[in-house]
């Protein structure tokens, strides 16, 4: 996929990693980038190939129109997330299902209404923001990695769908980011930026998946072990009791 070719829309446009996919893609060139959130006025690029877009995932009706507007995309990054904090034993259901509803769901309903705009753009691509959490779950990070395990499968189960329409769908993990989203989290964090670097190359390349960071492909190269040992590590990084 040539980047410079492309007309993109990312979710979760207005800060973190969803703002350094707006800033590294026209770098590269596009023409256009739809930039959506929730509330499109916090958006403020100073480059008028970007085109803000209310879109939140938690509104069907609001992702239909976004659909209808931004019918010309080829590149759909699903970026937009929450993370709630709630433990999935003691914490509000209520917010474990914000979770679910985010992550699975609301990406699911934008590949869903965007899967026949990629298709008559020629195929196009679907990058799906994950994290090393849907392999693993630590501290305080209950409801949040279910859903990103969610997630993952979803993306997986999507790409063999999308095949036969020529759209590639590729899968980003990553540990932490110095991002908003994970301010309360003392440990090491990858630079934001490496994330479009990283995913854009991966898409030059027709890679599926991209793991950014070493965290993450300590994470996946656990998986085929006896998770005990794995989770006693993590306890010892992680400080958990």
Not at 196 to 212: C, F, K, M, Q
């Amino acid at each position: 996929m040539n980047i410079a070719d492309q007309i993109a829309l990312v979710t979760g446009a207005n800060r973190g990693i969803g703002r350094e996919f707006v800033l590294e893609l026209l770098e590269r060139g596009v023409s256009k980038v739809y930039a959506t959130a929730r509330r499109p006025e916090s958006i403020d690029f100073d480059d008028s190939r970007v085109v803000p877009l209310r879109l939140d995932l938690l509104d069907h009706e609001s992702v239909v129109a976004a659909s209808a507007i931004a019918h010309d995309v080829t590149l759909l990054v699903n970026n937009a997330g929450i993370s709630t904090g709630a433990a999935l034993v003691t914490g509000d259901l209520a917010e474990i299902r914000r979770e679910m509803d985010t992550h699975f769901w609301g990406t699911l309903d934008v590949i869903r209404e965007f899967s026949p705009v990629l298709e008559a753009n020629g195929g196009g691509a679907i990058v799906n923001v994950l994290s090393a959490l849907s392999w693993f779950t630590g501290p305080g990070t209950g409801s949040y990695a279910a859903a990103k395990a969610a997630e993952w499968n979803m993306t997986n189960g999507v790409r063999l769908e999308l095949a036969a329409q020529g759209t590639l769908v590729q899968g980003v993990l990553l540990g932490a980011a110095d991002t908003d989203i994970a301010a309360g989290y003392d440990g090491p964090k990858i630079d934001p930026r490496d994330v479009p670097r990283l995913s854009l190359d991966g898409l030059d390349a027709g890679s599926i998946e991209v793991i950014v960071d070493d965290w993450t492909a300590m994470v996946k190269g656990s998986l085929a072990g006896d998770p005990a040992p794995f989770y006693e590590r993590m306890t010892e990084l992680l400080g958990a009791s």
